[in-house]
Structures are given as C-alpha cells and as structure tokens.
C-alpha cells in the first residue's frame, strides 16, 4: 500500500475530472452490477504510464463526442479490495495496472491493459478510447 500523502493528487487527477472514485467492494458491485448505460472504468496506479498516457488518455477521450454514461475509478495498490474486486469483473484478463474498460449493458465490451497503455502515446490510447466510445456509446 502507497502513503496516503501520495496518491491523493494522483487520484484526484481523475476524481477532479468527473470520475467516481470506488473504494470498497460494495461500490464496485453497485456500479459494474449495473445493467443499462455505459460506463469506464480506469484502473488507476502510481506507475509513469498512468500518469503519462492512461489518465491523460481517459481525461481527453472523454472530452471528444460520444462518452460513456459513467465514469469510474479504483486504484491499484491503495484500495486494494476494490481494485480486486473490479478485476473479477475484467476476467478472462489479467491483473493489469493501469488499465481501461469500457462496459456496456454489464458486458465488457472493450479493455486497455497495461500492454497497450506502456509505450503508446496518450493521443493513441485516447484514440483508441474514442473509437470504442463511437462504436459502444
């Protein structure tokens, strides 16, 4: 687990932009339970690609046309429950942080896991992002 002092200003990068941060088990079940409506979910971490291209990426997609209905967030190695429960619902991948999802009507229906986040810019994570939104939303 990360010190608190820490992640703060790394989470609020995504709960100042709109994102619901999810820190029990019991908020991830009331939101990815959810069978209507789309919604992205951004596994976020401490890592340099989170902070170079996934919250960047996210932040930006959702600024261009179509968006999902909701906009969630857990975080990897502080909310530890949360983020574990969230990756039961991302089966059949791997644990992988950071990472995107985009639910639609309770499928996942389209995932960024850290392979295609680490190494592309945020402008091709976002518009890979903004495809999926076009297709899904």
Not at 17 to 28: K, R, T, Y
Not at 65 to 78: E, I, M, Y
Not at 104 to 133: P, T
């Amino acid at each position: 687990m990360y010190p608190i002092e820490l992640v703060t200003p790394l989470s609020k990068d995504l709960t100042d932009f709109g994102f619901e941060a999810l820190s029990s088990p019991a908020e991830v079940d009331a939101v990815l339970n959810e069978n209507e409506g789309t919604i992205l979910l951004v596994v976020n971490s401490v890592c340099g690609c989170a902070a170079a291209n996934a919250r960047p990426a996210a932040k930006h997609a959702i600024k261009q046309g179509k968006r999902p209905d909701k906009l969630v967030t857990v975080f990897a190695g502080v909310d530890k429950d949360a983020t574990e429960r969230a990756r039961e619902f991302l089966l059949p991948y791997p644990p992988s942080s950071p990472a995107i999802a985009l639910f639609k009507n309770g499928e996942l229906v389209h995932m960024l896991e850290r392979r295609h986040i680490e190494g592309n810019s945020a402008q091709a994570i976002s518009d890979n992002l903004v495809a999926a939104f076009e297709h899904y939303c």
